[in-house]
């Protein structure tokens, strides 16, 4: 199945109420042959009026931050979220949505076989790396997991609201970087 045919499925979902509320499914964006998968936590009020990923200010932050390691949504990395839908007032998404929504997040990492996952916050790295995993004192560690390297760093509303977490978030990005220069040099062939 082509990442495309997922998308089409996904669009229908109605695995949990979350699709009573929505305006659009947020699939997810950007280059289908990455080796680079960012997951974030869930769409917010831009990006459920969008149907796309981090484009309120948090993503606007995100990209710049992406563009000093030389990373961008149009180019090498793909951006998805653990949940594809947007939870009413931005609450945190409940477990039984984050659980009905999981075999899309998979089908999209079977799909596009990343080398390297980025979760961004507390929400997707304690359900991809630890439950007990804190963001302030274990972001930038590469973990391996099912043959991929899963690393979690701020996200980036908290860095908006935390702006002295920059600097740490930065060299997470910095450490990325590294890395991709080692596994998976490709992602920056020009
Ligand atoms: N926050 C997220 O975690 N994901 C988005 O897509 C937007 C904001």
């Not at 109420?17 to 289908?32: A, D, I, Q, S």
């Not at 948090?58 to 939870?87: F, H, Q, T």
């Not at 274990?138 to 996200?155: A, N, P, S, Y």
């Amino acid at each position: 199945m082509s990442l495309n045919e997922l998308r089409s499925e996904c669009l229908n979902c109605k695995n949990c109420k979350l699709c009573e509320t929505r305006t659009n499914v947020v699939f997810g964006t950007g280059n289908p042959d990455s080796k680079i998968l960012f997951i974030g936590e869930g769409p917010g009020e831009n990006e459920d009026l969008q149907g796309l990923p981090f484009v309120g200010r948090g993503g606007m932050l995100l990209d710049k931050m992406l563009s000093v390691v030389d990373l961008s949504r149009e180019k090498n990395i793909y951006i998805a979220n653990m949940v594809k839908c947007r939870p009413p007032k931005n609450r945190d998404p409940e477990e039984s949505e984050v659980a009905a929504c999981r075999p899309w997040l998979e089908k999209q990492i079977e799909i596009i076989d990343p080398k390297i996952i980025v979760c961004l916050g507390r929400v997707s790295a304690i359900r991809f790396i630890d439950p007990n995993f804190k963001v302030t004192k274990e972001h930038g560690q590469f973990i391996e997991k099912d043959g991929r390297l899963v690393m979690g760093t701020f996200h980036p509303a908290a860095i908006l609201r935390n702006p002295n977490q920059k600097p740490a978030a930065m060299d997470d990005f910095f450490a990325l970087q590294a890395k991709i220069e080692e596994l998976c040099p490709e992602t920056y062939a020009k």
